[in-house]
């Protein structure tokens, strides 16, 4: 049974964000203490770089066993790691380097491959390698479930890098894929989780802010068995949480 998404609004990107980091924590400590784990997929793009500010901030690192906490990304640029328009990048500017965090903990998608496809295959047996059934358990891995999915929402209404018209949006089989960006920004080459990843999660928070993407939001919000729009499809079994800021409504 798939749940209402839950919509919680802000005066502002900046009252979000911390709204945001806090539930952040709630969640990472009630799975560390359910499973001793947190697994945490972040997102790309301008938006969540206050967030990632407030997680690495006082009072609310100290709240997280970034000991116990691995991170994930939902979609990458295919771009060398340092590029300014790297997700990584942005990531590791604002929080990994600020929190006592295991590099076997940092998850991130290899750029480095020598083609996009090549990323999206290495990233798939990254995850399975981690999302593995413990050895003489008769569970069928057919998705991972993340306990966090961060995501974003574009002008055009994509998500991750799951765009408007895109073959990976029927992607029912892989768990990753590399899509070709040409209508992105910037237009590159990109890596992204497939919808049946995103909505295997148990919990998937969109992060929105802007009076630009009001109509598409509204459209996904109002209509999301007909909106044709990627974000619209993101319906997991768990949680869904719209985290949106006043420009909005």
């Not at 089989?173 to 990109?190: F, I």
Request: net charge negative; glycine share 4%; proline share 8%.
């Amino acid at each position: 049974m798939i749940r209402k998404p839950e919509i919680r609004t802000y005066p502002s990107l900046e009252d979000l964000s911390r709204a945001a980091a806090d539930y952040i924590c709630e969640t990472a400590e009630e799975a560390i203490k359910e499973r001793n784990i947190f697994t945490l997929v972040l997102s790309g793009g301008s938006t969540p770089r206050l967030l990632y500010e407030e997680l690495a901030s006082q009072p609310i690192s100290p709240r997280i066993d970034w000991q116990r906490t691995h991170l994930f990304w939902g979609d990458e640029r295919f771009l060398p790691p340092d590029h300014p328009d790297s997700n990584f990048a942005l990531a590791f500017k604002s929080l990994i380097s600020k929190v006592d965090l295991p590099p076997s903990n940092i998850n991130r998608i290899l750029t480095e491959s020598r083609s996009a496809h090549a990323a999206a295959e290495a990233y798939e047996e990254t995850l399975r390698h981690f999302f593995r059934p413990p050895a003489g358990s008769e569970e069928d891995m057919n998705f991972p479930s993340f306990d966090l999915v961060l995501l974003g929402l574009g002008r055009d209404g994509h998500t991750a890098s799951l765009f408007p018209g895109d073959a990976a949006l029927e992607e029912t089989y892989r768990w990753v894929v590399a899509v070709d960006g040409a209508t992105a920004s910037p237009p590159v080459p990109r890596i992204t989780l497939t919808l049946p990843v995103l909505n295997q999660a148990d919990c998937v928070v969109f992060l929105v802010s802007g009076s630009r993407k009001k109509g598409v939001f509204e459209e996904i919000l109002n209509n999301p068995a007909t909106a044709a729009y990627p974000a619209a499809r993101v319906r997991p079994s768990g949680r869904l949480l719209w985290f949106i800021d006043e420009l909005l409504v």
